[in-house]
């Protein structure tokens, strides 16, 4: 298969409860060779075999990226998600062989800053604890700004305090902590880069916020993984394979499109890096556009799709693909 | 008036736009000789940008024809100096001390334009980031490739090299790192056989 990168098959060789929601999962290759050194803020995207269904999922990975003898991942339960995270929690055991994606970053440090400003909300916190041990090691200036629910679901807080006590602040919302935003942006000295990581609110209050204050696009990066969402179920015809599928209800468009055998590419799937774009053909019903790569005209004409998080409501659909 | 349309180029050859105002606390706009036209066009678009601004200007040849409408901008500070050179200590000490969000606004010069932006992307502001717009004289800051010294204000192609002598040929491939243009001998195969010099874009 073409799609995607190279995958690796893994072996599941730990799985940590690091609080009421989130469950920290260890790779290790089931070759016993060395995994591929990757840069802080990739993420990996991983195969979940449940019965019928085939989820692939990206997560970030966490761990030291020089380390080549594992990677981790650190995966929060969605009760409310289309099961990714619940098998992930639910059926996961160590021993257990699965197959993972290579690296890929789609959120890198822009090394040529100054220095680091992370702002992470909740289980955003992930890509940052590749980064901080990437900048650790070449004695790279940051600053991370955590934001969680309370000290019990703050993953990883006592370790990064613990570790950087001069660079990791932590507010709690239980407790009425906010991060100052205005003043912190206001403050950084020239040459900072942002880098943002969390729940979208978050994401949408920082960037507006750097924009209003002059900080230059360039400097201000963002994550944010979407979930492909349930909807409707419809049916798509694939007007270069001669196919016509169904895409269920909790089956993202790009999931169907593979279920029936069809090499798509892709990366993310998150709607972010731009891959798996594909062009419709024809259309009658209107379009759920949810990612964030499309331009809002190339969504407004009906000639593209990002079939990783996004879905159609209507009569027909044809791709090209 | 003082602008100029430069012919279509190649990619590394700088284009310059135009000067608009932009969200920020803290502005900082450099300009030489003619560029101060664009700075009065500026204020002109957005009163409230002087109270946060810092100009620097350097009149060169156009002397105190502008100087006194700058000072009637009422910016928050105004820096009216001799050459660029003996304004770099002060930028560089502007820069040092300033945070993220500050806009910085070149006009002028190409040399003016191209070496403040060495200072302000040493500085950690992304190249993207700084607006231009080119005012008065077409004049280049050359760099010999051979004798690798930089000859100020070159007007004419061919020109010699003031360092090591060279018959120069002036190209538009140009280097942000060094802020200067490349100029190449022109006679190297055949020495002496030099066209005659004409003035840029005649």
């Given at each position: 298969m073409s799609a995607g990168t190279t995958k690796l098959a893994v072996t599941v060789t730990e799985v940590t409860p690091v609080n009421e929601l989130v469950t920290r999962f260890r790779f290790e290759r089931t070759d016993g060779g060395l995994l591929p050194t990757f840069s802080g803020g990739a993420h990996t995207v991983v195969e979940m075999k449940d019965g019928d269904i085939t989820r692939l999922n990206p997560y970030s990975l966490m761990s030291d990226p020089m380390d080549q003898s594992a990677y981790t991942i650190s995966v929060r339960r969605d009760d409310e998600g289309r099961g990714g995270s619940l098998f992930m929690h639910q059926k996961v055991k160590p021993g257990d062989q699965m197959v993972i994606s290579y690296p890929v970053n789609l959120f890198a440090l822009d090394l040529r800053a100054k220095k680091h400003l992370m702002i992470a909300g909740g289980i955003g916190i992930t890509p940052f604890l590749a980064q901080i041990k990437q900048l650790a090691a070449t004695n790279g200036r940051f600053e991370l700004h955590y934001a969680c629910r309370n000290p019990a679901l703050g993953s990883y807080v006592d370790e990064l305090t613990a570790a950087h006590p001069n660079n990791v602040h932590v507010y709690f919302d239980d407790q009425k902590q906010a991060i100052d935003l205005e003043n912190l942006l206001d403050g950084q000295p020239l040459g900072t880069h942002i880098y943002v990581c969390g729940p979208k609110g978050m994401i949408d209050w920082v960037c507006a916020k750097a924009r209003d204050l002059g900080w230059p696009r360039e400097a201000i990066h963002y994550e944010e993984f979407l979930a492909p969402q349930s909807g409707k179920p419809f049916e798509v015809k694939l007007a270069v394979s001669n196919k016509v599928i169904t895409v269920g209800e909790h089956q993202s468009l790009l999931e169907a499109i593979e279920a029936a055998g069809v090499d798509a590419p892709y990366l993310c799937r998150g709607g972010a890096c731009g891959q798996c774009e594909t062009a419709v053909i024809g259309y009658d019903g209107k379009f759920l556009h949810h990612d964030h790569w499309l331009e809002d005209d190339e969504k407004a004409s009906g000639k593209k799709i990002m079939p990783c998080v996004s879905r159609f409501e209507g009569k027909t659909l044809v791709l090209d693909r | 008036m003082s602008t100029f349309d430069f012919p279509p180029s190649i990619t590394s050859r700088p284009t310059y736009g135009t000067l608009e105002p932009r969200a920020g606390k803290f502005h900082l706009m450099i300009a030489d000789a003619e560029g101060a036209e664009a700075i009065l066009r500026l204020a002109e678009a957005d009163p409230s940008l002087m109270g946060k601004s810092h100009i620097m200007y350097i009149p060169g040849?156009?002397?105190?024809?502008f100087t006194a409408k700058l000072e009637a901008l009422a910016p928050k500070q105004l820096y009216v100096g001799p050459s660029y050179t003996a304004a770099v200590p002060r930028l560089r000490r502007i820069l040092q001390d300033a945070h993220m969000g500050l806009q910085v606004y070149l006009t002028g010069t190409e040399g003016l334009m191209g070496q403040a932006m060495l200072e302000a992307t040493t500085a950690g502001i992304p190249h993207t980031a700084i607006q231009t717009e080119h005012r008065g004289s077409v004049a280049r800051r050359m760099q010999c490739v051979h004798c690798k010294g930089i000859t100020e204000n070159v007007i004419t192609d061919p020109f010699k090299c003031s360092h090591c002598g060279l018959n120069l040929f002036v190209r538009d491939h140009y280097s942000r790192r060094l802020a200067a243009f490349q100029a190449v001998c022109i006679d190297a195969e055949d020495p002496g056989n030099v066209p005659p010099s004409v003035e840029l874009y005649t």
């Open positions: - | 040849e156009t002397g105190d024809r």
